[in-house]
């Protein structure tokens, strides 16, 4: 639970709405301790809220509303969702000890996991494989990293990794 761990990777966009707010907090409350966001879809109060993974922003107009969002910071962000390439399920972040990785929603009846990577799911971007039309996901070997099959050990179709992405095979 360390606050420390703020990293300088954010992404420079920022979105339509946070400007809105950002432009309505111009009126000489530096340093309130309560910044009110609204919310994007029904403009009602984002407020702070304790879930299992932590803080996130949900609308005060809930359940009538279902915005939610992250919190970075003290500060909404939207949450991507990426999806299971197996079953379809949503992918949630999680982290275990220094390593953090995605795993499915449907666990334990799914037990697809993907590594992290800057923050999305490595095979996000779905990557098929040749082998059997399943997808490739990016797994750690003993010495690098590799693609193998999400249906291993059934296909056992597998390719090197470069920078996060698979590297066809070279055609002779
Ligand atoms: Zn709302
Ligand atoms: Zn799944
Ligand atoms: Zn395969």
Known sequence: MSRDDQKDSKPAKVDAWEQEFLSQDSSGYIGAPSKRYRCPKCHGVLQLKKGKNGSFWGCENYPSCDYSANDEDGRPVRAKKYFCPLC?????????????????????????????????????????????????????????????????????????????????????
């Open 88 to 172: 379809g399920g949503q992918l949630r972040k999680k982290s275990h000890k220094d390593n953090t990785f995605w795993g499915c929603s449907n666990y334990p009846e799914c037990k697809l996991t993907l590594e992290d990577f800057n923050g999305e799911p490595s095979s996000s971007r779905k990557y098929p494989c040749r082998a059997c039309g399943h997808y490739l996901v990016r797994k750690k070997g003993p010495k690098d990293y590799f693609w193998g099959c999400i249906k291993y050990p059934e296909c056992k179709h597998t390719l090197a990794d470069d920078r996060g992405c698979p590297v066809p095979r070279k055609l002779r």
